[in-house]
């Protein structure tokens, strides 16, 4: 079972409607990002969250730590959200260091038609 | 402000070849990070550096050497390239351990 799992994997949606991402994952974090991939692009991030909610216009993160588990929503989507989204934890102690390694989850692919 | 720049973008390599991937940022951040994206597997760190001449394996380290001479850049070599290692590396940054991560745009490497 991977650490970070994300689901759902593909999402199709029409331009417009609210769409939510999530992600679970299965040890105790410092903090969890969530990080946008254009096709062919390179990886930017979106949030990084330890607790409750974070806002940066259309997109809102939520994480709740008791239950491991976080969400990425997307209001009013529009064909230039569609690409890749990913959650990755940074975990305290991993491997028995703590050097900030992040475990991602494996995606989801988002795409958003007009 | 260019954040975090890899060079180069892509390369085909013969195996056997060797090459430098290198990582450039100017954010003056202590960590670099090293990742490969593979189909289905998610990310995965290669090496690490936590400052200035200071290096570390990540998961899947071997085939591989890194160098962090310059606080700024982070070299990631491949000795003797394998098609096991055509994939898309990506090079990260961050200022301390559970900050934001900064990424480059990647590398796409083909080794035939």
């Known amino acids: 079972k991977n650490e970070v799992e994300q689901s759902p994997q593909n999402l199709t949606a029409q331009e417009g409607e609210f769409i939510t991402i999530n992600c679970s994952y299965s040890v105790g974090i410092s903090a969890l990002h969530w990080l946008q991939q254009h096709p062919g692009g390179g990886i930017v991030s979106l949030f990084m969250l330890s607790s409750g909610k974070k806002k940066h216009g259309r997109l809102i993160a939520t994480i709740n730590i008791q239950e491991k588990h976080s969400s990425l929503h997307i209001t009013a989507s529009h064909p230039r959200d569609s690409a890749v989204y990913i959650c990755a934890v940074a975990a305290p102690n991993a491997g028995g260091t703590s050097y900030g390694k992040l475990t991602f989850g494996q995606g989801t692919i988002l795409t958003v038609h007009p | 402000n260019a954040g975090v720049t890899q060079t180069p973008k892509f390369r085909v390599l013969k195996t056997g070849q060797s090459m430098t991937l290198l990582c450039a940022q100017d954010m003056n951040h202590e960590y670099m990070y090293w990742y490969r994206q593979d189909p289905g597997m998610g990310l995965r760190l290669i090496h690490y550096s936590v400052g200035e001449g200071t290096t570390a394996k990540g998961e899947v380290p071997d085939g591989y050497n890194v160098s962090r001479l310059k606080k700024q850049n982070f070299l990631l070599g491949l000795e003797s390239a394998a098609p096991s290692q055509t994939s898309v590396y990506f090079c990260?940054?961050?200022?301390?351990?559970?900050?934001?991560?900064?990424f480059g745009q990647g590398t796409r490497l083909t080794v035939v």
């Open positions: 990260a940054s961050g200022r301390g351990r559970w900050t934001e991560a900064f």
